[in-house]
Nanobody
């Protein structure tokens, strides 16, 4: 069973930055696209960013221009660098597997999430 563990969330003031990490295990990491989504209280989960095994990327509209997704295949890790954070970015951020052919499509495996709170 695929195992995804996120880390790096926390409390940050508006305008600040955070880098989230997701370590994957029990899966062939290099051939899987990986993504990040988020869910704020009372809202639906929304796509943030995705990256293929070959480093093609896709970004959702909500944080485009303020985020960068990268991966290190040798470490089975995908990162999400978030800059210029806003209070409306407050959410639980989830790492997940998926496919990336044109646009990222989420797969079945998800991590437990990491809380990001942006104070005003």
């Amino acid at each position: 069973q695929v195992h995804l563990v996120e880390s790096g969330g926390g409390l940050v003031p508006a305008g600040g930055s955070l880098r989230l990490s997701c370590v994957a295990s029990r899966m062939p990491f290099v051939i899987n696209a990986m993504g990040w989504s988020r869910q704020a209280p009372g809202k639906e989960r929304e796509f943030v960013a995705g990256i293929s095994g070959g480093d093609r990327t896709d970004y959702g509209d909500s944080m485009k221009g303020r985020t960068t997704i990268t991966r290190v295949n040798g470490e089975n890790t995908v990162y999400l660098q978030m800059n210029s954070l806003k209070p409306e970015d407050t959410a639980v951020y989830y790492c997940n597997t998926g496919t990336l052919r044109g646009r990222f499509k989420s797969g079945a495996s998800w991590g437990q999430g990491t809380q990001v709170t942006v104070s005003s």
